[in-house]
C-alpha cells in the first residue's frame, strides 16, 4: 500500500503556497476507552515526512496511551491509525513486526536492560533479527554508540554505571539500531539537568537533519519543545484540539492552551522563538484563513 499523500488546493491570489506533503502517520477517528473511562473520543491527527511533532496535553489527556496505540503496544477501541500507509488495525503480528523495524522507540526512562552491557543493549534489535554475524552486528552497534556521542569506551558498561544523560543516548542508540524512517520519543529530556538537557537537544537536532527523520515526540518540557518542534499537537477534551507551530497555537482560545503557554514559564521559553522576517511576517498577515486546523481532518 502506497503512503498518502495530503492533497492541496489551489490557493487563492496572495496566499502562501506550501508544497504537498507525505503523510507518515495518520490517525481517524480513533476512539480508546478503559472500562467506563473515556481518554480519546474521535481524535484525529496527521504526521508529516521530515518533521519533529511534539505531543502535549493536561496529566490523564492520554498523551502516552496515545504513543502506544500509534507503535502497536495498544489497540484503539475504534477507529484507524495508518503508518506508512498500513491500518494497523488489519496486520498479522509478523507484518506488523515487519513495520515496527521501519521505526524506532525511546522510552521514558530508557528502559535499558539491567543484565545486558551498552553495547548488547543497542545490538538487542539487530540480534533479534537473526540476519547478521555478530560481528558485524558489534560493529553497527558501535557506529551508533559513536552516532549519538559516547565512545568505545562506554560499550562494556553497565546501564548501572551510566549517569541520566548516558542512559537517554544508550536508548536513543538502540532505537536507532535498524536505521528507522520514523522515531518517537517519550519525554526524552524528562530528568535532565538543564545542561544535559540542551545537549540532548542538540544531538536530536543533528541526527534529525543529518538522518532525514521524522520524530513523534511526546514532553511536557516547554524549553525541548520549543528548540524542535515544527508543530505541536495538544490534547484537551479527548481530541487533539490542535496540530500547528507555536506561532500559531497560541493564538487559540483555550483554558489549556492559555495555561501552558502563555503563564510565565510558557512565555519565557517562547523567548527563544526566531524573530519572523519582516516578508515572513507580511505574507503570514496576507495569507488567507484556512480550514480546520492541521491534524484535525
Known sequence: MTTATTA?????SGTVQHAPRTTVIEVRDLVKRFGEAVVHD???????????????GGSGSGKTVLLRQIVGLERPTSGTIRVFGE????????????????????????????????ID????????????????????????????GLSARDADKMPSDLSGGMIKRVALARALALEPELV?????????????????????????????????????????????SDRVAVLADHKVLAALPIRELVHIDHPFIHEYFLGERGQRAMQALPALPDAARAAKHAATPAGPQSGEA
Open 87 to 118: 491500518d494497523l488495525t488489519k496486520l498479522d503480528a509478523a507484518r506488523l513486526q515487519a513495520l515496527r523495524n521501519r521505526w524506532g522507540l525511546q522510552f521514558q526512562r530508557g528502559a535499558l536492560f539491567s543484565a545486558l552491557s551498552v
Open 121 to 148: 543493549n543497542i545490538a538487542l534489535p539487530l540480534r533479534e533479527l537473526r540476519t547478521l554475524p555478530d560481528d558485524l552486528i558489534c560493529a553497527a552497534s558501535l557506529l551508533k554508540l559513536q552516532l549519538v
Open 184 to 228: 518517537f520519543l517519550d519525554e526524552p529530556t524528562a530528568g535532565l539537568d538543564p545542561m544535559a538537557s540542551d545537549d540532548y537537544v542538540a544531538l536530536i537536532r543533528e541526527l534529525r537533519r543529518e538522518l532525514g527523520l521524522t520524530v513523534v515526540m511526546v514532553t511536557h518540557d516547554l524549553d525541548t519543545l520549543v528548540a524542535l
Open 42 to 56: 474521535h481524535l484525529n491527527l496527521d504526521v508529516y515526512r521530515g518533521e519533529v511533532l511534539s505531543i502535549v
Open 8 to 12: 492541496t488546493a489551489t490557493p487563492p
